[in-house]
């Protein structure tokens, strides 16, 4: 199996970092492209009107958050590897699964933090959905 595009998903944590450093190792080691995925939740959007934050300026600031996070990872990370960012706004799985199909990925690779508790207990672990759902190979990075 030729890996040529690698999905790397990244959120600003520590633990998604550390995720993108190891995809773009990877990336320049086989000479694959990368595309760095952000994914804005509508439950982030909502604002806080009562604040004067209203839903669309809370997007934007997402965005632009989320811009800014992306530029430094490849900038950080990713010399000598052709990197795609994309910044998309819906739930984090219908939009991963996308992604894999429409742009031909070979391997994703997201973090994973250790989870306990109700956290654990409610299955709200993302990356175990990834694993579940995805049709290409998936890479569990964890925060070390």
Do not use: W, Y
């Not at 040529?4 to 990244?10: E, K, M, N, S, Y």
């Not at 009562?50 to 989320?66: E, Q, R, V």
Request: proline residues 5%; contains cysteine; hydrophobic residues 45%.
């Amino acid at each position: 199996m030729k890996i040529d595009r690698i999905l790397v998903l990244a959120d600003d944590t520590p633990c998604s970092e550390n995720a993108a450093r190891f995809g773009f190792d990877l990336a320049k080691g086989l000479g694959a492209a990368i595309i760095l995925l952000g994914v804005i939740e509508p439950i982030m959007t909502a604002g806080n009107t009562d604040a004067g934050i209203f839903p669309d300026d809370a997007l934007m600031a997402l965005k632009n958050k989320t811009a800014d996070f992306l530029e430094r990872i490849k900038n950080r990370h990713g010399a000598d590897v052709h990197t795609e960012t994309l910044i998309l706004n819906g739930e984090i799985l219908p939009i991963v699964m996308q992604v894999i199909q429409s742009s031909a990925i070979d391997l994703v690779i997201a973090g994973s933090q250790a989870r306990h508790g109700l956290s654990k207990l409610l299955g709200d672990n993302i990356a175990e959905s990834i694993i579940r759902e995805s049709p290409s190979p998936v890479c569990i990075v964890p925060m070390n």
